[in-house]
Every structure is written in C-alpha cells, then in structure tokens.
C-alpha cells in the first residue's frame, strides 16, 4: 500500500516535473517567437514601407500621340494604355483608366497621370482607323491628341538592378499558372508553409544525407528575397519561415504574389540584374508582360531554380527549351493546359531578344537622363522619392532608329568582312561601334538616341564621345564665307564664287600642310556650290584660306561649337574633335533659319506629391543670319540630290532633306528634314581607320531611320525649306556663272543675298546684246518691280558689292518653316518672264537641270 501511494507520488511528482518543463519550453519558445515576431514585423514595416521597387524614380518618354485616320484599332490603343498603366477602372496610383465599348474608347487620366487628371479623350474607330477625336474637357473635336507617357524604365544605383511594377491584375493567367506549376502548385491553399512539401522534402534530405531537396513556398521566396541573405542554413530556414508566417497575416494572396512577382530574381541581362517578370518579360522577350505566349510565360517561371543559367539562353536556345519544356510538362500534370498546347507550345520559337538590344528602354537615353539628374538630385534621393521624370524621347522613333542601326551594322559588319578577306584572310573582321542621335531641330528636344551596337557589350555612350567630324565640319566653313557678306567684310563670297580645286601645298605658321581630296581626284576651277556637293578637301580649305582661319574659328564659337578649334588650315576639314551631340547642335542652326535650339533632354520632373520641381524650358538663340542658314541649306540639298550624299535617294527617300557625308578615321552623316535632325557616326573605339566612307558607313542608316520616321503620322508631313526675305533666286548659265539668256543651253538657278547676284547676261550667250542698257522694263520684268531697291550699287556691275552696303536683315524673328516666301514668288515670276525675250533671238530655253551630273556611288 505504502509502495503503491510512494510509486503514484512519484508518477505524479514527475509528471508535473515534466509539465513544468514543457510549460518552461513553451514559454521559452513562445518568448522567443515572439520576440522575433515582433521583431521581424518592425524589419517588414520599415522593408515594405511603399515597396523599395516602387520609391525609384521611374523615368518616361514624352507624351504618345494619337491621329484622326491613322490606322489603329480599338483594341491597339487599349494595349498601349495597359502598357502605360491603364487600367480598366479606377485604381490608386494609376496613371488613369480608360473603357471600351465597341468602336469607342475613354481614355480618364488621374491626378497621378502626366496630365494631372485632365486630358479626357473619346474616340472613335471606324474603317480600319480613328475616324474622330474628341476632348471630353471642352468638347472640341481635333485632329491629333496626346496621350499617357511611355514607362522607359526605373532608374537604377550602382548595383544596376533593374524592376517594373507590375499589379496581380496585370498579370496574365498564362503566367500565374506556369509559376504556381514551377514553384508551389498549392500557394493559394496553404498558410505559407506547405507541409505536405516539407515531408517530401525532409525525406529527400534524410536520403541525400544534406539539404538536397527546398520545400519553399512562394511566401518563403518572397521572405528570403525581400530580408535575407541567400545562404542555406537552418537558422535563416527558420528565420525565414517566421517572416513568411507573418507575411501571410499581414497580405492577402494576392498582395504577395504581386510581390514575388516584382521581385524575383531573373538573371542577368547585359550589365543589368533583371527583377521581376515585368522587366523579365522585355529583358528576354522584348514584349509587355501582358502580350507574352504560353511558351514565353513558361520559360519565364522555368529560369527562377536558375537564372544565371538561362541569361544567355539567346545564344544558347537549347538551355531556353530546357526550361521552358520543364514547365509545360508541370503544367500538364497539374491540369492547367492540355497535350496539345503542351506540343504546340514546344514547336513554337521562343524569338528571344539579343542581350542588350531592348528597344523599349532607350538604355543610352536613359543613363544620359540619370548623369543630368544627379547634377542637380542624391542618387539617394532618385532612389528613394518617387520622384517622375518625364523626358523628350519619342518611343517611336527611339525603335526606328534601334532598327535603322540594327540593320546598318549589319551592313557595316558585310562590308569589312569583305576588307578584312581581302587584306588579312588570317584575322577576325573588328565590330564597328555606331552613334544614332534625333532632335527637333525647331525645339533642340532629343527625341531618339542610340549610342552603341550592344548596351549590354559597352555603355559607352558614342553620342558623347569626342571624334574628328571630318567633312561634316565643311558647312560651318561655308557658312563663315558666306556670313562675311552680312558682316560686311571682304572678299564677298556666293555660292557662285569660284576656286582652283588642285594638288596645293598650304603654309601656316612655318608649317606646311598638303591636304588631298578623297579618292585623289580634282576637278580643278570649281564653285563653292560644286565643292561642298563634291566635299573637295581643297578647295574648302582654299575658302577657309581665303577668308582667314580665324574667321572659321569665329564662327563655329558664333554657332556655340567647341572651344577648343584652332585656326589652323586643318580646321577646314574638320580635324578637331566634337561630339555627335555637338554636331547635331550646330546642324539645328542651318535646320532652323540660323537659330541655334540647345539640346534638351527632360521636360520636367514631378515629385511624390505632383509638384514639379525641375522644369527645362526650350532653349533656342538666333546665331546665324537667316539668309546664310538658307544658302548652306540649299548646298546640302544638292549634297544629297546628287552629290556624295545621293546615295540616300539611291536607297530610297524622297522627301525634302538636305545633309552632309563625312569621313575622317570614322564615317559621318548629318541632316535634316523640316522637322527632324539626325545625325549618325561609325567606327572604331580604338581610333584605327574604318577604312569606309561617311557615304558608305553612315548614310545608309541615316535613310532608314528617315524611311521610318516618316512613314509616322507625326513626322510624315514634310515641308520644303523656304527662302527667308533678303534672298534673291536667279538663273545662270552654270559655265559664265553670269546670268542666263535664253540662248544658254543649260542653265540652273542659284541662290544669293539681295544684292549678291550677277547683273550681267552671259557673254558666251549672246548676253553683251543685253549688257548694252537694256530697257528698264526688261530688267523689271526679270528681277521684279522691287528689285531695284535692293540692286548693287553703280561702280559694282559684275555683281560684287563694297563691304557693309547690304540691308541688314534681323536674326531675332526667322521666317518659321512652311511661311510664305516673297522672295520664292519673285523667283517663280523671273522664271516665266525670260521666256517673253525669246523673240529677240529666236532661241529656246531648256529645262532645269544641274550642269553637273554627279555619279550617285561616289563614295564620300
């Protein structure tokens, strides 16, 4: 009995020994766990406080525009909302929502919107097109709109990690059931952890005698990628497991999918680490999350076990249909899709992106927009302010011109293929770099800019390095000959003006310096006009000679270009160095009726709470006479309508256009149209000969790039460059450089300041006949009514004027684009009236032509 109540009480003593130890171990655990709840939450508030992805300044393009009768359809314009943000209905920190109702669509900007809420557009489709646009604010109908900024790209710091966001909403289901198949089938059942997982996985470890086997959740990704270090320990496996507890009691399902979805790991592509499937999605495919296929979508959740494995998957496609089969399969068995799209989706190319070759993200743009930042911003700041920044660069023509140099490099890459089979059998042909660089001529805003062959080979940024411009240089030299007629110096030069274009030996400073023209060909006496058309090294620096170096020097500082060209004989072709950004700043001089449009880069930049706290206005400075902006802009036109530029209307663009080739060790083209100035640069980084002309090199992608941007709604519309007042239009026989007669068998017009023209009729064609007081009225009648306060002073009658007599004719208000020319009327009268003197001598005017016809393959 004794031993019975001593046994129980020693049953009993030790089973509330033992309670009391499991009491003091549950305690223990619970403290802990809640001291590392409470722990861990405070690391996810301060962690999760507006996401980390979302705080980065997110940088956009200029305003996409949308044309009554361009062709679009209904659905089109809905993509490109969704691509912008939009959303179906009203979502907070949209940029706006848009709905859709047949051949209708509304388009409601919200106050977090470029517009700032206002903007509202409806408008309607019809025929394959916008039949009508009208804004909902007013009600007015019109006849283009602007529509939400493209999203170019979150700036990134030193790491260069690179995110979009993207809303669960957004995701397609194509995506969520690849990824729920690769990575945790049962995400939208379990709280976090899965066990049924764990088990397998715990087995497989007990097998593997090691941690062989994960048993992560989506939950637990999320927890690791977002707090923890990528170590495998079970100590951060805990840890771990906390933080995905918690998470799943603070967000809902859907929150965290959107999470891993914008932060997952997805390899590297080029120098940028991609995160999340938004950025994965134009990183590998080139595409908006929302437009990818099964077979992209399952590639996309079948590189997560191994992204760096896969970021190279464009030049290895066979590790691209390792992961994505993996996943088809996956998807298979767990009832998402059937057989046939499993086999369907196999045979279907993957089509993924070079590395490096994202057009949608304008890589070189982008890092030009971020050095201009942080002049002014923290990196600290840009990271973490939300702030908005709103840029220049048209998404359009930013494709067009990754295109144009996709396809010139190629043809680059042919050409010195074939150099290198002929010269060095035994060596590998070098790869060229390329520079790519769009104004508005009118406005200086950059609109496109392509700044090398592969961002993700080389972030040099070609659009700002320094390189000889070679013959691009040459207008600037013109322009300095011509001005001198405006600044009434001597000698008065017109493009009429002729020189001796021969082997000559120039001496400056004790030094000689002999030049020689590409090809060493002359052509001996040959105008001004003709010498630019031919880009004839000697004879422009015979100009420069003859109007002083220093002049030239004068006037590339007058037009704001380096400050460090020296007058010397060599600055006539273009032996100092610029930048292509510089080139394309001077060309907006001659582009523009001689003022000069600074280059800009972003229009503004918001902050958080929509106020604007940088804002770049248009900056333009009238620099150059009018009249001499023209006359250089008539010599470019001939440049590419038949001299060493012709190759452009060889391949095809016919529009208005007027441009320079250019070659020193590299290949140069710059020119422009009414409304778009671009110029393009090829050659080597380490300064070795390209060995190919500007013709050859880089015009070829100038004319595509043109093709493109002109078959644009915004950009096809092309205008002829007109005649500011002061300019005087004539035709002259093109060998007496006099003025034409009927009796000139060949004639051709020719562009001068008032008061510039010959004023005496070909001798070699009957014109002394002329000469000998000709009526008033015939001279009326060939130079206008009101010529005659602008004709030459007596004592001058070969045309060549003293210095300093010339009206002066204001720079501050140019003649715009497209405005009515009174001195292109003139010309169109002087053209008809010379036919009324044919009876005087029986002869019969051909038609216009250039006394020249050059050989469109000249290879300048």
Not at 114 to 122: E, I, P, R, T, V
Not at 266 to 272: P, V
Not at 616 to 636: F, K, S
């Amino acid at each position: 009995m004794r031993l019975r109540i001593h046994r129980g009480f020693f049953l009993s003593g030790l089973g509330l020994g033992l309670l009391a130890a499991f009491l003091g171990v549950f305690l223990i655990a619970a403290g802990i766990f809640t001291y590392y709840w409470i722990t861990y939450g405070r690391m996810i508030d301060q962690r999760m406080a507006g996401h980390m992805y979302q705080t980065s300044a997110r940088v956009f393009s200029s305003p996409d525009r949308v044309f009554d009768g361009e062709t679009l359809s209904a659905a089109e314009l809905v993509r490109q909302l969704q691509h912008d943000g939009y959303n179906e209905r009203k979502v907070d920190g949209a940029p706006g929502w848009y709905s859709i109702d047949g051949g209708v669509v509304e388009i409601h900007p919200l106050p977090d919107s470029y517009f700032q809420g206002k903007n509202a557009l409806h408008v309607n489709f019809a025929g394959g097109g916008v039949s009508s646009i009208k804004v909902l604010d007013n009600g007015d109908v019109v006849e283009s709109a602007e529509i939400e900024p493209e999203l170019l790209t979150n700036l990134f710091d030193t790491s260069r990690e690179k995110r979009r966001r993207i809303r669960f909403d957004d995701i397609p289901k194509v995506l969520v059931n690849a990824l729920l198949s690769a990575e945790d089938k049962r995400f939208f059942e379990h709280p976090g952890l899965d066990f049924v997982r764990i088990f397998g996985a715990a087995w497989a470890d007990i097998r593997h005698e090691g941690i062989a086997q994960g048993a992560s959740t989506l939950t637990m990704q999320v927890s690791r990628s977002f707090f923890f270090t990528t170590e495998r320990t079970w100590r951060r496996k805990v840890a771990e497991t906390i933080v995905a507890l918690e998470l799943e009691h603070r967000f809902n399902k859907q929150q965290i999918f959107e999470l891993y979805a914008n932060e997952i790991y997805l390899g590297n592509r080029g120098s940028f680490a991609i995160h999340g499937f938004a950025e994965g999605s134009l990183a590998y495919f080139n595409k908006d999350i929302r437009d990818i296929s099964l077979n992209e979508a399952a590639f996309l959740a079948g590189i997560i076990r191994a992204p760096n494995r896969y970021s190279s998957a464009d030049r290895r496609p066979e590790r691209a249909a390792e992961a994505r089969d993996r996943v088809l399969t996956q998807m298979r068995e767990n009832g998402f899709i059937t057989a046939d799209q499993v086999q369907q989706a196999k045979k279907a190319p993957l089509n993924l992106a070079t590395e490096g070759q994202n057009n949608n993200d304008a890589p070189y743009f982008v890092d030009m927009v971020k050095d201009h930042l942080l002049d002014r911003f923290s990196e600290a700041e840009l990271l973490s302010q939300s702030y908005r920044i709103y840029t220049t660069l048209d998404p359009q023509l930013e494709r067009a011109a990754v295109q144009a140099v996709s396809l010139g490099v190629a043809n680059v890459d042919q050409l010195l293929a074939r150099k290198y089979a002929l010269w060095k059998k035994q060596n590998k042909p070098a790869q060229a770099q390329v520079a790519l660089l769009v104004l508005d001529p009118h406005t200086g805003n950059i609109l496109a800019t392509v700044g090398g062959r592969n961002y993700g080979e080389s972030q040099l940024n070609h659009v700002t390095a320094r390189r000889q411009p070679g013959s691009v240089f040459k207008p600037f030299v013109y322009a300095a000959a011509f001005d001198d007629v405006v600044k009434g110096l001597s000698p008065v030069v017109t493009p009429a003006t002729t020189v001796a274009d021969e082997p000559t030996t120039f001496d400056f400073e004790g030094k000689e310096y002999t030049p020689n023209n590409y090809g060493e060909s002359f052509h001996g006496t040959v105008t001004l006009r003709e010498a630019l058309t031919e880009s004839l090294n000697v004879a422009t620096v015979k100009v420069a000679e003859m109007i002083g170096y220093g002049r030239v020097v004068d006037m590339a500082r007058q037009l704001g270009l380096n400050d460090d060209i020296q007058p010397t004989p060599a600055v006539a072709l273009g032996a100092y160095d610029m930048t292509p950004l510089e080139v394309a700043a001077g060309y907006t001089v001659f582009a523009n009726n001689g003022t000069r449009a600074e280059p800009v880069l972003i229009d503004r930049v918001i902050d958080s709470q929509g106020g604007v706290i940088e804002r770049n206005p248009i900056q333009t400075r009238p620099v150059l006479d009018p009249r001499v902006a023209y006359q250089v802009t008539t010599l470019l036109e001939d440049v590419i309508d038949h001299g060493t530029g012709a190759s452009v209307r060889a391949r095809g663009f016919t529009g208005p256009a007027a441009g320079k080739t250019g070659t020193s060790r590299d290949g140069w083209f710059a020119g422009y149209t009414s409304n778009l100035l671009c110029v393009v640069w090829v050659g080597f980084d380490d300064y070795r000969e390209l060995g190919l002309s500007g013709a050859v090199a880089a015009a070829p992608i100038w004319t595509e790039f043109m093709k493109r941007a002109t078959a644009m709604p915004a950009y096809r519309e092309l205008n002829d460059f007109v005649a500011p007042p002061g300019i005087s239009v004539v035709e002259i026989d093109p060998t007496s450089l006099q003025l034409a007669t009927p009796a000139c068998p060949v004639t051709r017009k020719e562009v001068y300041i008032a008061g510039t023209e010959p004023t005496e009729f070909c001798e070699l064609h009957g014109g002394r006949m002329l000469t000998q007081t000709p009526p008033a009225s015939w001279l009326s009648r060939i130079f206008g009514e009101k010529k005659s306060e602008e004709a030459p002073p007596p004592g001058n009658p070969g045309g060549t004027i003293a210095p300093g007599t010339l009206p002066a004719i204001s720079t501050a208000n140019p003649a715009p684009p497209g405005a009515p020319s009174a001195a292109a009327d003139e010309d169109d009268k002087k053209s008809g009236l010379l036919h009324k003197i044919f009876g005087i001598f029986g002869g019969k005017k051909q038609d216009d032509q250039n006394p020249k016809e050059n050989n469109p393959d000249s290879p300048h």
